[in-house]
């Protein structure tokens, strides 16, 4: 077994399921909020990898 893909595993299950209870706990507006700011955080972390990338090359 290799406990480093595990761990990885309970992280990332730990975190799609706060998500979920997020959006069910939360009101519509909130839900639109918490959208809006999942998507620029995504964004962000794309922008981030490509200078990573960018970088090292």
């Known amino acids: 077994m290799d406990v480093k ?3 990885k595993g309970v992280a990332a299950g ?3 399921g706060f998500v ?3 959006l069910s706990a939360a009101g519509s507006r909130k839900k639109h909020c918490i959208k809006k700011n999942a998507g620029k955080a995504l964004k962000a972390a794309g ?3 490509d200078e ?3 970088a090292i090359m």
Do not use: G, P
């Open 5 to 7: 893909s595990i761990t």
């Open 14 to 16: 730990t975190a799609a």
């Open 20 to 22: 979920c209870y997020a």
């Open 47 to 49: 922008i981030v990898l």
């Open 52 to 54: 990573i990338t960018s």
